[in-house]
């Protein structure tokens, strides 16, 4: 296979990868969920600079131990994320937020549309980098977390500020960035004994 071929084949998958990735965002626009609304906008404006994870870390530092070192680490996550989401992510790729007037998505659902790029999410990288954090620190949080974590993402695609591909690479930053913090966490545990 030459360069050119598999450039073009390249360029054929993304091409391909953007096309679902707009249809699923339509699919979610046009399908009505006047219940739902109100809610996917409320928990979306409150995930607003991770306002839900940090007072959950505030009650877990609370309590020492195991719940303050799950506070450090999901902090130290969302910080992580949150630098490498706005920071890096959104500045390299450039992706234009979505078009929810053309894909007429409810005026009910709406919250401000942020004037940053849309890729990737930073709202799912910082929810699922604390999740991953805390759970690692504290299994028995570990699915109330990543349940709240992949309903602020899907409340992301929801409100029509994100392509679920925004989300999904957020989801993946998150990951990413709860190792890094956990690592953190780890060494800085060790070097205090």
């Known amino acids: 296979m030459t360069d050119d071929t598999t450039t073009g084949t390249l360029r054929d998958v993304l091409h391909d ?10 699919a979610v626009a046009a399908t009505p969920t006047p219940t739902l609304d109100t809610a996917f906008r409320r928990l979306s404006a409150a995930a607003d600079h991770s306002k839900i994870s940090f007072t959950v870390a505030a009650a877990l530092a609370l309590v020492p131990g195991r719940p303050r070192r799950a506070a450090l680490a999901g902090v130290g996550a969302i910080a992580v994320a949150s630098a490498s989401a706005n920071l890096l992510g959104k500045r ?3 992706r234009r937020r979505p078009d929810r007037e053309a894909a007429r998505v409810v005026v009910g659902r709406h919250v ?4 940053s790029a849309s890729f990737p999410s930073g709202h799912t990288a910082s929810a699922v980098a604390f999740a991953t954090a805390v759970g690692s620190v504290l299994p028995h949080a570990t699915l109330p977390l990543a349940a709240l974590a992949w ?3 899907y409340s992301r695609v929801h409100t029509g ?3 679920p591909g925004d989300v999904a ?3 993946l930053l998150g990951v990413a960035s709860a ?3 956990l690592a953190a966490v780890s060494w800085l545990t060790a070097r205090g004994k």
Do not use: F, N, Q, W
Not at 17 to 22: N, Y
Not at 112 to 115: D, G, I, Q, S, Y
């Open 112 to 115: 401000p549309m942020p004037a």
């Open 92 to 94: 390299l790729v450039h």
């Open 169 to 171: 690479a957020g989801a």
């Open 161 to 163: 500020v994100h392509y």
């Open 179 to 181: 190792g890094v913090s």
């Open 17 to 26: 990868i953007r096309a679902v990735d707009g249809a699923v965002y339509g």
């Open 151 to 153: 309903t602020v993402g």
